[in-house]
């Protein structure tokens, strides 16, 4: 629905000019006239008013200053950019601003969570899903009776510096089950400098395979994860899931839509 918005917004545009938002849209593309108004009417009021903008402008030294910019179009661009991410342009709905409950501050209304998502959406198709975050393609250490048979099982445990969190692992042990891959003890743990991880993608390569298999089920789509230095949390039901498909002697990747220090 949105995508076919979207165009018939832009063929609009792109006939007629300039969308009127009050605010120039001179050498803006058709699709980033689109996204400048999702931004101005729907997300900037969303944020702005008594929620993000109360702490996230730049007045609390203590909350990451992602709002802060000369005028309305300068938020726009620092939020987009901001590192730690708060926006996923590969994942809008689970982008850390629209996941983030109550916290010091209040949590955004179901209408505010809607407006920012349909700006995200909007800010996705005129700048494309971004580059994805992909750890190194590893063989895992296969566990052939599982976790509790300590000689014959180690831990496969990736390491996150490479990919924006210095220190930081994602971890678990890995038993074939058939035809599948079952992840047992699966934990994120954060480095010194903290973890900020949303959406990782489990993909595996199977041999003579041109192309990547990824999981299909999506497992960990809903992941949002700020986690303070040291700090460990569990993924999966109970800390397991079953990758579909995957053989565990091939070498498998994870992808993120954003991964960073807290």
């Not at 009050?22 to 999702?38: C, K, M, N, R, Y």
């Not at 180690?154 to 971890?171: E, H, M, Q, R, Y």
């Not at 890995?174 to 047992?184: N, R």
Request: glycine share 10%; proline share 7%; charged share 15%.
């Amino acid at each position: 629905m949105v995508r076919r918005s979207a165009l018939a917004v832009l063929l609009f545009a792109g006939c007629t000019g300039d969308i009127d938002t009050g605010i120039s849209t001179e050498g803006l593309s058709p699709a980033e006239q689109v996204a400048q108004d999702a931004w101005v009417k729907r997300a900037l009021p969303a944020l702005k008013f008594g929620t993000c903008d109360t702490c996230h402008s730049g007045q609390r030294p203590d909350a990451p200053a992602y709002m802060m910019g000369a005028n309305d179009i300068e938020i726009r661009k620092s939020i987009v950019v901001f590192t730690p991410s708060v926006v996923s342009l590969g994942s809008p709905k689970t982008s850390p601003i629209i996941l983030r409950g109550p916290h010091t501050g209040p949590a955004l209304s179901a209408s505010g969570i809607s407006d920012v998502l349909y700006w995200i959406q909007y800010e996705q198709l005129a700048k494309g899903p971004g580059t994805p975050i992909e750890t190194t393609p590893a063989v895992p250490s296969a566990c052939v009776n599982g976790p509790t048979d300590t000689a014959g099982c180690v831990k496969t445990t990736i390491d996150l510096s490479a990919n924006g969190s210095p220190g930081s692992t994602f971890a678990f042990f890995a038993q074939p089950l058939g035809a599948d891959l079952y992840l047992q003890a699966i934990t994120v743990t954060a480095g010194a400098s903290g973890l900020t991880m949303v959406h990782p993608y489990f993909k595996t390569k199977p041999a003579g395979a041109t192309d990547a298999k990824a999981d299909t089920n999506d497992t960990f789509y809903n992941v949002a994860l700020s986690l303070a230095a040291g700090a460990t949390a569990t993924l999966g039901m109970g800390g397991t899931s079953t990758m579909t498909g995957f053989s565990a002697t091939d070498p498998l990747s994870i992808q993120f839509d954003a991964l960073s220090t807290k």
